[in-house]
């Protein structure tokens, strides 16, 4: 699974193209272009994104699991099957309590 990109013009399941690690976060990009991307992660249980911030909105969808999203220090619990989108420039961090997927579409506009 070390291709840049899925391929394609080929069905893929998201759930099964990505696998837990123990004690860590996994990555796998979809597709990356000059307009946005959109990358596959798995992360462990007790695994977290510290408080950062994007110039550009971003799309998070939970596929397994449920996830902590802290938007400007609220905290979100988004649930299998749930989105929520973290705005531009606002402080965002995601935490795992649980082990979960989730699906990060970053689309670059203003």
């Not at 989108?85 to 699906?103: D, G, S, T, W």
Request: proline share 4%; aromatic share 6%.
């Amino acid at each position: 699974m070390d291709k840049k990109e899925f391929d394609k013009g080929k069905v893929a399941d998201l759930n099964t193209s990505i696998d837990y690690s123990e004690g860590a976060i996994v990555s796998r990009t979809i597709l990356n272009k000059e307009t946005g991307s959109v990358t596959l992660f798995a992360f462990d249980k007790g695994q977290s994104l510290s408080e950062h911030t994007a110039p550009f909105d971003a799309l998070v969808q939970v596929l397994d699991g449920s996830a902590v999203i802290v938007l400007d220090k609220k905290p979100f619990e988004v649930k299998e099957n749930g989105i929520i989108i973290m705005p531009a420039n606002i402080p965002h961090a995601v935490e795992a309590e649980n082990r979960f997927k989730m699906l990060l579409t970053m689309i670059k506009s203003k």
